[in-house]
Structure formats: C-alpha cells, structure tokens
T-cell receptor, first 114, second 116 residues
C-alpha cells in the first residue's frame, strides 16, 4: 500500500530565509507526486507535481521540489520565504498505474516570523 | 478558473442528527471526492464518484453515505452524526475517470463541522 510521511509537523522560519519541507513516500513503482498548499481558511491548491523526466520540478509561488528515487523523497524548497507562505503544506502520492486514489501525508504547518 | 464550492463553511449539529454537506463544481469534471481532514492525519478519502450515480468507498466510509444525482453536485450525508465526526470536510474534483491519482484535484474551501 502506498503511504506518505511528512516528518515535520511544524516549521518556523524567518521571512527571507530558505525553507525545506520533507516528504518521504512508499510506493513500489515510479509514483506520481504532488505538493499542495492550504492557506488559512482556504481549500488546497496545487503547488507542483512530478510524473517523470527532470527530477527537479518548478511550481507556482517560487517553489520547487526534487524527486530522489534512491531516498524515496520529494522535498519541497523555497529560497526566500514571504509572510504569505505561512500555510499548511501537504505531500501526496498517486499510483503509477491509472487509478482513483491519492494518499496524503499528515501535513507540515509553516509559520513565518517577521 | 475551476471553482469548487461547499454549501457551508461552518456547521454545528447535535448527536444523532442527519447532516447534509453539499459540493458543487463548475468545470464539468467527472470525478468528485469527499475527504476528511484532521490534525496530524492529513486528508483521508471518504468516498469518491467518477460519474453520475456512481460511487466508490474510500478509506473511511463508515458512518457516511454520498449522493451524486447531477454531474456538478456531490453530497456527503452523515446518517446519524456522532461526536467523532467532528472534523473539517473537503470536497474536490478532477477531470478524468480512472486517472484521479495522476492529475490535479481542485478543492473547495472546506466545511468545519462540530457535532455536540
């Protein structure tokens, strides 16, 4: 069964500092991987996704993520955070074969200090 | 822009009440989903539907049912609400049947349900 672990429940970062959110997945084949963001009072919005090809994926809002098969990881990064990046971030894995289910991690809440 | 709307942002219900949560999407998507979001547990799939009148159980269907009579509308029903169903409920949609695990899902703002 596929699974996703986000080891950090909370992260606090200063505005302008870099941010890295960890995501580890368990899946038998090459997965489809996603990062979603949930701003306060809002639904989830897709930041980026990885299917195949270049392992460094660029997303919206200046985010990027790197797929590392050997480490079963898909970590999200941003070089310089803005106060508006305070939100909860979810990593999700879908199967390599067509199907209907996404499995989400537990989420990481990011707080941004001025 | 894809828009997914949910009928209520906040609901307070009593134990044993029948509760209806409504979701509407305006992008002619085939797939619709109901998730439950709890702190530390992320999102867990309750039910999804890939066509009108079609539904499949997700990971935690117990205590819930769904209805999809029209393509744009997907309802979640709590037949007899219990306190352990206090949670945030998120609706989502995506376009292609059979490929929901590979494509972007579009989410509504959520309904925060409190069962007393």
């Amino acid at each position: 069964a596929q699974s996703v672990t986000q080891p950090d429940i909370h992260i606090t970062v200063s505005e302008g500092a870099s941010l890295e959110l960890r995501c580890n997945y368990s899946y038998g084949a090459t997965p489809y991987l996603f990062w979603y963001v949930q701003s306060p009072g809002q639904g989830l919005q897709l930041l980026l996704k990885y299917f195949s090809g270049d392992t460094l994926v660029q997303g919206i809002k200046g985010f990027e993520a790197e797929f590392k098969r050997s480490q079963s990881s898909f970590n999200l990064r941003k070089p310089s955070v803005h106060w508006s990046d305070a939100a909860e971030y979810f990593c999700a894995v879908g199967g390599g074969a067509a199907g209907n289910k996404l499995t989400f991690g537990g989420g990481t809440r990011v707080l941004v200090k001025p | 822009d894809v828009k997914v709307t949910q009928s209520s942002r906040y609901l307070v219900k009593r134990t044993g009440e029948k509760v209806f949560l409504e979701c509407v999407q305006d992008m002619d998507h085939e797939n619709m989903f109901w998730y439950r979001q709890d702190p530390g547990l992320g999102l867990r799939l309750i039910y999804f539907s890939y066509d009108v009148k079609m539904k499949e159980k997700g990971d935690i269907p117990e205590g819930y049912s769904v209805s999809r009579e029209k393509k744009e509308r997907f309802s979640l029903i709590l037949e007899s609400a219990s306190t352990n169903q206090t949670s945030m409920y998120l609706c989502a949609s995506s376009s292609t049947p059979g490929r929901a695990n590979q494509e972007t899902q579009y989410f509504g703002p959520g309904t925060r349900l409190l069962v007393l």
